[in-house]
């Protein structure tokens, strides 16, 4: 059964790409996360699904798709059912992604630096670390990066080992335990309560809590 609309927090997928639809939630949420600064992102959609050339092929749904003014690409999703296909489901994230950026005959080059992020409310590889960072090594020599502008992220919101900045600590608390701090959190805690206050948004919800019964992608 769907969560009531009034118990949403900003970890339930719906609500968080409900909310990031807004670059001012959007863009500090990325710069929390990767320690740059954007200027502006163009979306390519919230709650997209993305389906594979065969109709009988699964497709995935992105909950937050977005390009940022340098060119890269990010993904953001929320992941908060613990099972063990996280890895492969980043996979075939990161894969679609791709295979929707080219055109017939255009240049491998032309792929742009993309980020597959995953926050997560369980350690999916219980090390207790609040950010786990991957791209593809050489396994016969760590130091050579195979340089395919392609990196993965998980957000685990329960961790408690690494280095992160002030801003991402205050977000993952937030994530957490519902607890705003700083001025981004508490700007994120009032737009949650004015979506589940919005007649627009609860009608949204429910629609799409029907057609997943229906059909699930996720």
């Known amino acids: 059964m769907s969560t009531p609309i ?8 719906f ?4 909310v990031m639809k807004k670059e001012e939630f959007c863009i500090p949420l990325l710069e929390a996360i990767l320690g740059v600064k954007i200027r502006s992102i163009t979306y390519l959609n919230t709650q997209e699904t993305i389906q ?47 295979a929707r950026a080219l055109e017939a005959g255009d240049d491998f080059n032309l792929l742009k630096k993309s980020f597959v992020i995953f926050i997560t409310n369980y350690d ?4 207790d670390r609040y950010v786990y960072t991957f791209r593809n090594r050489c396994d016969e020599a760590q130091d050579i990066i195979l340089n395919d502008a392609a990196a993965k992220m998980v957000i685990n919101t329960n961790g408690k080992v ?14 957490k335990d519902g607890e705003a701090e700083d001025e981004y959190t508490e700007k994120l805690d009032k737009e949650v309560q004015l979506i589940r206050n919005d007649e627009k948004w609860r009608h949204d919800y429910m629609t799409l809590a029907q057609r997943d019964t229906q059909n699930r992608y996720v």
């Open 6 to 13: 009034d118990s949403l927090t900003i970890m339930n997928d």
């Open 15 to 18: 609500m968080f790409s409900t």
């Open 52 to 98: 594979a050339e065969s109709p009988d092929s699964r497709g995935v749904r992105l909950d937050v798709y977005v390009e940022d003014d340098a060119n890269t690409v990010y993904d953001i999703d929320m992941q908060t059912t613990s099972n063990s296909n996280l890895a492969k489901r980043m996979r075939m994230y990161q894969s679609m992604i791709d």
């Open 124 to 127: 999916p590889f219980g090390a």
């Open 162 to 175: 690494g280095e992160i900045s002030p801003e991402l600590a205050a977000l993952i608390r937030y994530m």
